[in-house]
């Protein structure tokens, strides 16, 4: 696009809003690109009068959609009609104020937690309609699915090229850590620094089996600015690390020890719930557009994020 872009991100307090902001401010902002991070406090995206007005005020050119109401599996479990209604709500408002403002590009966020229970993998940007999701989350999946439907209806109907990311399991400073409520990473981050601080044996919750593919949210945003300014296709891109890369949870346990520099034990509740086995994705699209983007080391990566975990304690949302 030519001239200033203005650029208006969503959920922008949270993992990935901050780290967008990060490296804009480090290096990866363009001349002529201005860029407005908003927070739950600056509008209550359910209601379409606050989403309006929040439009109205910042006039943006372009749209970056991260708000959600997320959270970790348990808290799924137990709030399909929650996690349905309320993000339907956000994604209707976001979306059609978009198109009623002249936004020219917005690029919202999925997960790889949409896609069909059933499947054959790897999973690809095809198959996200190919069956109903797991049972555990599939208030927040199908809601999800729905923007890449009014994504698609926006272009047919408009000629709108809004499109959605599909980003395989993130983590990285700004996360929520809530041990109850927060996804696996930061749950045993914070797990393991509170049985550090005790001299205690550091639960995990299941068997440590399952396998993810994590994506550090530093390179998620470098991702996603390229997603901005240079994809230009409806149909969502998933960006993951390769499936090569897929670890276990156990791993991801060793990882969290090793950056924690935990020396205690380490026990198994195999008496709580997996969830989904596998969800491994495939970055095949990815690296047909981008087949040298060098993502950051896995051990490297859950370092930064253990360190900026104990340095900001205080502050963390837990």
């Known amino acids: 696009m030519d001239g200033p872009m203005r650029v208006l991100v969503t959920g922008g307090s949270g993992l990935v809003g901050r780290a967008i902001e990060r490296v804009v401010k480090e290096g990866e902002g363009r001349e002529g690109e201005e860029w407005i991070f908003l927070s739950s406090k600056d509008a209550n995206l359910m209601s379409a009068e606050e989403t309006r007005s929040v439009f109205q005020k910042h006039r943006p050119t372009h749209v970056i959609h991260l708000a959600a109401m997320v959270g970790g599996l348990f808290r799924n479990m137990r709030q399909n009609l929650d996690f349905w209604r309320n993000n339907v709500f956000i994604n209707d408002n976001v979306l059609q104020t978009a198109h009623e403002f002249g936004v020219v590009k917005v690029v919202s966020c999925l997960s790889t937690c949409i896609f069909p229970d059933k499947t054959t993998y790897p999973i690809d940007e095809t198959m996200i309609h190919n069956g109903p999701p797991h049972e555990s989350n599939f208030g927040y999946a199908y809601a999800k699915r729905m923007i890449d439907v009014h994504n698609r209806a926006c272009c047919q109907q408009y000629g709108r090229r809004y499109t959605a990311v599909i980003p395989t399991n993130v983590f990285g400073p700004h996360d929520n850590f809530n041990i109850e409520d927060g996804h696996v990473l930061p749950g045993l981050i914070h797990k393991t620094y509170m049985a550090k601080k005790e001299g205690k044996a550091l639960q995990v919750w299941g068997s440590g089996r399952p396998l993810r593919q994590f994506i550090y949210s530093l390179d998620l945003a470098r991702l996603f600015l390229w997603v901005l300014r240079d994809y230009d296709e409806v149909e969502p891109?998933?960006?993951?690390?390769?499936?090569?890369?897929?670890?276990?949870?156990?791993d991801a346990v060793n990882a969290v020890v090793e950056g924690m520099e935990f020396k205690g034990d380490v026990i198994y509740?195999?008496?709580?719930?997996?969830?989904?086995?596998?969800?491994?994705?495939?970055?095949?699209?990815?690296?047909?557009?981008?087949?040298?983007?060098?993502?950051?080391?896995?051990?490297?990566?859950?370092?930064?994020t253990c360190d900026w975990f104990e340095a900001n304690y205080d502050i963390a949302r837990k």
Do not use: C, H, W
């Not at 095949?284 to 859950?302: E, G, N, Q, S």
């Open 269 to 304: 509740d195999t008496s709580k719930a997996d969830g989904q086995f596998k969800k491994t994705a495939s970055n095949a699209k990815l690296r047909k557009y981008l087949p040298d983007f060098k993502f950051t080391p896995f051990k490297a990566a859950m370092k930064e």
């Open 237 to 250: 891109i998933i960006l993951s690390v390769g499936e090569e890369d897929e670890l276990s949870i156990k």
